[in-house]
């Protein structure tokens, strides 16, 4: 019984560093999703900037609610 406890422990030591190991190096599939979201990050970012500011409708908008408040 004790043998096989050692046993496992060795074995369930193997796989971990194995797994360790593995997960060092991007495979092309992650670097191309890594791509992927940068690509919607600044997507993302472009978006915000472009909407964050007055643009030429908000300042309509913002002309016709004065007219009909009368200021």
Do not use: Y
Not at 17 to 35: H, I, Y
Request: aromatic content about 4%.
């Amino acid at each position: 019984m004790k043998m096989f406890r050692k046993g496992l422990i060795v074995f369930a030591a193997v796989v971990l560093s194995l797994g360790l190991v593995a997960c060092e190096k991007k495979g092309p599939l992650e670097k191309a999703g890594e791509k992927i979201d940068q690509g919607v990050e600044n997507t993302k970012d472009a978006v915000q900037d472009a909407t964050q500011g007055q643009g030429p409708v908000e300042k309509a908008g913002e002309k016709i609610d004065k007219a009909f408040d009368g200021k």
